[in-house]
């Protein structure tokens, strides 16, 4: 693309369903910058109880062709 895509927030989605194995899949684009990207999930179960989760990636910068 011709504009860099530098978000600190790459994705924001306040209702996310998961299947009968309390599986979802979510999708969204990376920023441009090679960093980190950290993942927070905050929720509640269908019973009402808190539920929590963390999970890191390395997004590395690609060599063109």
Known sequence: HAIPDNRV???WEPLIRT????EATITFFN???PTTVSIFLEGLSNQGAPVVGQKSYQVIKR???
Do not use: M, R, S, V
Request: glycine share 8%; net charge negative; aromatic share 0%.
């Open 9 to 11: 927030l790459i994705h």
């Open 19 to 22: 299947d009968e194995n309390g």
């Open 31 to 33: 920023a441009d910058l």
């Open 63 to 65: 060599e063109d062709n």
